[in-house]
């Protein structure tokens, strides 16, 4: 079936630091990809999102491609900040409303 | 714009109690979901509702867990009894149809501890 594969965390980075969060999937069809953040307390908002191969999301400084050779969807952000620390999760939907979720990455970002 | 709402955000009960979660989802939004999170775990479906109508209950456990959507805005979920296995976080979100691009808008949860 459809899954998600995120790196495991915790990612702890000082502020300004380059992040990249790894996220591979493996689904039927064609599906559309999601990065969601979800910081303490809060439920889960969506970062970005690509719908087809090659497409690229980016939101406040985030940013990931859609990669069908590699299955690859994998975050970056060029300079981390502390408020940024938060829960990223990876996602995607194949064919359905279904969301299948990783397993989630904490980051820590240190002043 | 109001977000999606969730109540109450916490809740403590004894095991074998019952429990119910309310939600309000976006204005104008037909679909509305139901997802437990686990501690360190991504959501996971438990129902999925267009307007009023449950169109994906199959990862609900229907021998103790239950769920209405009347007149297709707020709904409701229930467990009756609850187990210690049950302590999670519960959301609810909503979205304006099904397409699977379609953005689903979470609510904070409610997180249930049963003791």
């Known amino acids: 079936g459809d899954s998600v594969t995120q790196m495991e965390g915790p990612v702890t980075l000082s502020e300004e630091a380059f992040l990249t969060i790894n996220c591979t999937y493996t689904?039927?069809?064609?599906?559309?990809l999601f990065w969601y953040v979800q910081y303490p307390g809060e439920g889960l908002q969506l970062l970005l999102k690509?719908?087809?191969?090659?497409d690229k999301g980016s939101n406040k400084g985030f940013e990931a491609t859609y990669r069908k050779e590699t299955t690859s969807f994998h975050l970056e952000k060029g300079s981390v900040q502390v408020s940024d620390s938060a829960v990223y999760f990876c996602a995607l939907t194949s064919g359905t409303y279904k969301y299948i979720f990783g397993t989630g990455t904490r980051l820590k970002v240190l002043a | 714009e109001a977000g999606v709402v969730q109540s109450p955000r916490y809740k403590i009960i004894e095991k074998k109690q019952p429990v119910a979660f309310w939600c309000n989802p976006i204005?104008?939004?037909?679909?509305l979901y139901w997802y437990l999170q686990n501690l360190g775990q991504g959501p996971e479906l438990l129902i999925r509702y267009e307007n009023e109508e449950a169109v994906d209950d199959s990862q609900l456990p229907k021998d103790r867990f239950s769920a209405e959507r009347l007149k297709g805005v707020d709904s409701t979920l229930k467990i009756q009894p609850a187990e210690l296995g049950d302590s999670a976080v519960y959301l609810c979100?909503?979205?304006?149809?099904?397409?699977?691009?379609?953005?689903?808008?979470f609510g904070p949860g409610t997180r249930l501890t049963v003791l």
């Open positions: 690509a719908t087809k191969a090659d």
């Open positions: 979100a909503s979205s304006l149809d099904s397409a699977n691009t379609d953005t689903q808008y």
């Open positions: 689904a039927t069809g064609y599906p559309s």
């Open positions: 204005s104008g939004h037909n679909t």
